[in-house]
C-alpha cells in the first residue's frame, strides 16, 4: 500500500545539511535524559525527554512497539574462501531466512556459506522488490533463531561505525523489547525506562503495544529521483485485539493516541479503516506515507531525527508539516542535537495542512 505521493516530489526535497559530528555514536548515560524537541507548527520548545509527561494529558494512549532485536549480523566464507558478511532481513522459519550478502562477487543460487565458522547456509536465490536479498535457506540440523542468538551480533545501524559492545546489548533494546524479529531497533523507544512508564501511569496516560518487526530493508536508500516511483520493503506487524479496543476507547473518551515511533505509526495507519477504526491481527506492511497522506488514527508521534532523503523524513514531513520539519531540523543542527538511533527525540503535533510542491 503506497500513499500516492505528488508526482512532483523529488528526492532533493528531503535533503538537510548534517555535520557529521551530530550523529551519535553512543546513548546518553540515561534513557532519559536525551533532548526533546516540541514541533507544533512553527512552534519549537527545547525540553528534555523526562519532559514527555507534561506534554501528554489523562486519557491519552502511548502505544509502542515491543518487537526485539536479534543477533542478526554474522561473518562468514564462500565454499572458494571469499568473505562475506550477511545480515538478515527476517527469519522466516527454522530453517529459513532472507538477508543481504556483501561479498566481492555476489553468490548465485545453489552457493554454500559458512557463516561464524559455526553452520552452513545454501543460496536458494533472490528476493524484494530490486533483488537485494537473498533467501537462505539451513543445511544440516539447526534452527536459525538458536543459531542467530548463539553466533550472531547486534546489528547497530551503518552509521554507528563502533562493532556493538557490552552496553549496546542493553541499549540498543527498548525495556519492554519481548517479541524477538527485528533486525533494528524501534529507536523512538530507546528513550523510556521503568521510572518514566510508573510516572505515565501515575498520570493517567495509558500504554498499549503492537509489535513490527523492523527488517533490514529500512537502511536501504531510495534510488529514484521522483518519489512517487519509490515502492517500500514489507515488514511484519501484529496488533493485539487488546490494543484496538484501547484506540478505540481512547478515541471515544476525547483522548489522543500518540504513536511511539515511526514503526508502531506505520502499523496502526496500516491497519486502519477509512473511519480511523484498527482491525487488530497480524498482517505486512509496505505502506509509504508521504506529504499529502491523511491520516486516520495517530494525533501525535514521538520520534528520532531521521537521515536526509529517507522514507521515514518523508513520513515525519507529511505528519508535522513539510516546512515544519525543515525548521525543526535546522533548528536541531543548529542547537546540537544528537542525531539518529542514539540520538535525541522529538515530539510532532499532527498537522492539518494537505502539501503539495
Known sequence: MNSRPAPSLTLDDFDFPLPPELIAQHPAPQRTASRLLHVAGTALADRCFA??????????????????????????????????????????????????????????????????????VAVTGRTGAHDEFFALELKGAGDFWQLAERHGKLPLPPYITHAAEAVDE????????REPGAVAAPTAGLHFDQALFERLDAAGISTAFLTLHVGAG????????????????????????????????????????????????RALESAAREDGAVRPGAAETEIFIT????????????????????TLLMLVAAFAGHDAIRAAYAHAVAQGYRFFSYGDAMLLERSGDSYAI
Not at 550477511?86 to 545453489?110: F, T
Not at 542493553?170 to 523489547?177: D, G, H, I, P, S
Not at 506529504?291 to 520520534?303: E, Q, S
Open 51 to 120: 519532559d514527555l509527561p507534561a506534554f501528554l494529558a489523562a486519557g491519552d494512549l502511548l502505544v509502542f512497539n515491543d518487537t526485539r532485536v536479534i543477533k542478526a549480523r554474522f561473518q562468514g566464507r564462500k565454499a572458494s574462501g571469499g568473505a562475506v558478511q550477511v545480515l538478515l532481513e527476517r527469519i522466516v522459519d527454522g530453517r529459513h531466512a532472507i538477508a543481504q550478502v556483501r561479498a566481492s562477487k555476489s553468490p548465485k543460487a545453489g552457493a554454500v556459506l559458512l557463516l561464524a565458522e559455526a553452520f552452513e
Open 170 to 177: 542493553t541499549r540498543y533494546q527498548t525495556v519492554y523489547a
Open 218 to 265: 529500512t537502511f536501504q536508500p531510495v534510488r529514484v529521483t521522483t518519489i512517487a516511483e519509490h515502492r517500500m520493503h514489507r515488514e511484519r506487524f501484529d496488533i493485539p485485539a487488546a490494543t484496538a479496543q484501547a484506540i478505540a476507547a481512547t478515541r471515544a473518551a476525547g483522548g489522543r493516541v500518540v504513536a511511539v515511533g515511526t514503526t508502531s505509526l
Open 291 to 310: 506529504p499529502g497522506y491523511r491520516f486516520k488514527v495517530v494525533d501525535r508521534l514521538v520520534t528520532n531525527f531521521h537521515l536526509p532523503k529517507s
